[in-house]
């Protein structure tokens, strides 16, 4: 077990910069998650992590060493790629135990350790098999049983999971999760789900564009969003991001709606963008005061929620409802919501301005 | 439409491949047809022959011309093999897996000798090898073969480390090795019928080529096969019979070679994906 500590960490391929001065502290013991749209750099950072891309500038630790000139293999860490990488032509035993037989160990040790392996991740008797006699999750966790052997201060994980169907996904996610508190290892954990980073990590790191825009636990990332981009990219269906002005009868949209909002609650004549999530709207009693004059575009009901898509003046909002709602395309409805759970970001910076949950 | 193969197009294609096979097969079935038949019996117009004899095949290993021949050509065509292979190996992993300045303008240039005749360069190679002083040794021959084998070796080869992932070697170098290790562990195992179908076509190209070594040897103590056998053309003494069996022993080990490797060769020219 150990901690990895980047920084000021920099990577440049020629003239073009990736990443730049990122700092960022993984904590020994916890599983931690690079998450972020493709060509953030995340997959760019693990590998820097793992030696496989040298650094342009900062420093890498791991377990306090400074690591920045050092062989991937005298890092003392273990990675699953997203292709699994297995070698072809080795069985699953081979596999799993190369990097012993690389380290000269004695085959009694190897031969325990990969059956300690399997039995944790239920390989036993796939141990004879060959990478391509094998389905895709059991590839998967092969290639975990090959880190599993090493013992490694660090695991590294890049995008395991996405060659997998659904189904495999939801299982595999769990098996990641449970090994993880059982071996108490450090895992970086690399991937551009959000539902995976959410539903496993102790910490996430949201990158863009090679920096960090937030760090923190999957349910304040959540709850309290640092800027536009974190709102926007954590949360399934994700926010509704609403620019527009504080003026005296409420928030006016850029699109032309108006949200009726508590006096006093915002400063009129500022320029901000309104955020609030599609599971915290809610249809509106008749009566109620504060409610949005929304038209219905499009309703897609899944069983247990109702995802519909509303009209406010020219910006489209999205409602997800727990209750069965029937309603009719074209049709007129009122959308409520708690002031509370309202979301308020400056509009040039981007930033989170409210202390709103 | 339909992509179901019509009865009658099936039929047609089979004829089409019947006929061709039966072209190329059979000036080669002659040949081995011819030499064991006996002299008088060759010019007939029977494919059948009337006796069957070895006798032809004797006469020619008792040649000692033929037999050092025999002899030089093994030599030539094995050294060219290992070292076509020693060579387009590291070569082709180079220009498959790292990034340097004038890779690529390398990588083309070696290609680029492929787009010259061999008659083009014929004379300027005579007059080099002329004036380091290697006409009629066996070295010069060597070199040249190998020149002229090397180019499709090295990008053969290119081709298939391209299609092995990367990833492997990256995985293996988390494991515990170093670049090297990881190319001599996981790659080469990898493309190993790739490079036994590079080797046994170098050998092949330098067992059969005659036209540098007509152009560059004379003596009979290091002539080739092929020169040889056109020494079997001997106006005062001429065998249809020995020449026919000369054809046999020159055609022999490519066959062979196939029929060893030919698991190898096959995979080597139609697998390409390795995939994990």
């Known amino acids: ?52 891309e040298s650094i342009s500038g900062g420093e890498l630790r791991i377990g306090g060493r400074l690591v920045n000139e050092m062989a991937p293999r005298d890092r003392n860490i273990a990675m699953v790629f997203q292709s699994y990488a297995l070698y072809p032509h080795k069985t699953v035993a081979q596999n799993m135990g190369f990097s012993l037989m690389l380290a000269k160990r004695p085959k009694a040790e190897i031969e325990r350790k990969v059956k300690e392996a399997a039995d944790i991740l239920n390989l036993g008797g796939l141990l004879d098999r060959y990478p391509k006699q094998l389905s895709g999750g059991q590839r998967q966790r092969v290639a975990m049983g090959r880190a599993i052997v090493r013992d490694p201060e660090v695991f590294l994980f890049d995008e395991p999971l996405s060659n997998l169907d659904a189904k495999l996904r939801v299982q595999m996610r769990a098996e990641i999760k449970a090994l993880h508190e059982r071996l108490g290892t450090t895992m970086i954990y690399v991937t551009h789900d959000q539902v995976e980073a959410m539903t496993m990590a102790d910490r996430i790191v949201v990158l863009n564009r090679g920096h960090i825009e937030q760090v923190g636990a999957p349910l304040e990332l959540y709850d309290r969003p640092a800027n536009l981009f974190v709102a926007d990219f954590i949360g399934s269906p994700s926010m509704n991001l609403m620019p527009g002005r504080v003026e005296d009868d409420g928030f006016r949209l850029d699109g032309g709606g108006i949200v009726p909002l508590p006096s006093g609650l915002l400063p009129t004549g500022r320029e901000l963008v309104l955020g609030i999530r599609p599971q915290h709207l809610l249809p509106a009693a008749d009566d109620a005061p504060a409610a949005l004059p929304v038209r219905v575009l499009l309703q897609e009901p899944t069983g247990d929620e109702t995802f519909v898509e509303f ?27 708690d002031p509370a759970r309202l979301h308020v970001f400056d509009k040039a910076s981007g930033e989170r301005l409210s202390a709103n949950n | 439409m339909s992509r179901r193969a019509n009865p009658r197009h099936e039929a047609f294609l089979d004829w089409v491949t019947a006929i061709a096979v039966f072209l190329l097969l059979s000036p080669i079935a002659w040949v081995f047809l011819a030499s064991v038949r006996p002299d008088r019996d060759i010019m007939s117009a029977s494919l059948v022959p009337t006796s069957v004899t070895f006798v032809h095949f004797l006469s020619l290993f008792q040649r000692t011309d033929f037999m050092i021949a025999l002899a030089n050509s093994l030599v030539v065509g094995i050294v060219v093999a290992l070292l076509t292979v020693a060579i387009a190996v590291p070569a082709s992993y180079s220009i498959s897996r790292f990034r340097y300045v004038g890779r ?46 090397l180019p499709i070796a090295v990008w053969m080869l290119r081709g298939y480390i391209d299609s092995v992932p990367r990833e492997l070697e990256e995985a293996a170098m988390i494991d515990g090795t170093g670049q090297i290790g990881a190319m ?81 060769l096959v995979g080597g020219l139609t697998s390409g994906g390795v995939k994990g």
């Open chain 1, 1 to 52: 077990m150990a901690s990895v500590e980047l920084d000021g960490i920099g990577k440049r391929y020629g003239s073009l910069s990736v990443i730049e001065g990122l700092n960022l502290d993984v904590r020994d013991g916890e599983l931690l998650i690079l998450v972020g749209p493709s060509g953030c750099g995340k997959s760019t950072l693990l590998r820097i992590i793992a030696g496989l």
């Open chain 1, 311 to 337: 009209a406010f003046g020219s910006d489209h909002i999205r409602a997800v409802f727990r209750e069965r709602v029937v309603i009719g395309s074209g049709e007129s409805f009122s959308l409520a919501f």
């Open chain 2, 104 to 149: 690529d303008v390398m990588a083309a240039l070696i290609l680029g000798t492929q787009m010259l005749p061999g008659v083009a360069v014929m004379v300027p190679i005579v007059v080099i090898v002329r004036s380091l002083g290697l006409t009629n040794t066996l070295t010069a021959l060597i070199f040249i073969h190998l020149a002229l084998g």
């Open chain 2, 184 to 264: 001599l562990r996981i790659t080469f195992p990898l493309i190993r019928p790739a490079v036994v179908a590079v080797g046994t076509f170098a050998f092949v190209l330098s067992w059969g080529e005659y036209l540098m070594a007509l152009a560059l040897i004379s003596k009979t103590e290091v002539k080739t096969l092929p020169l040889a056998l056109q020494t079997l053309f001997d106006p005062y003494s001429f065998s249809w019979g020995e020449v026919m069996a000369g054809g046999v022993v020159i055609a022999l080990p490519t066959i062979v070679l196939f029929l060893m490797f030919r698991n190898q």
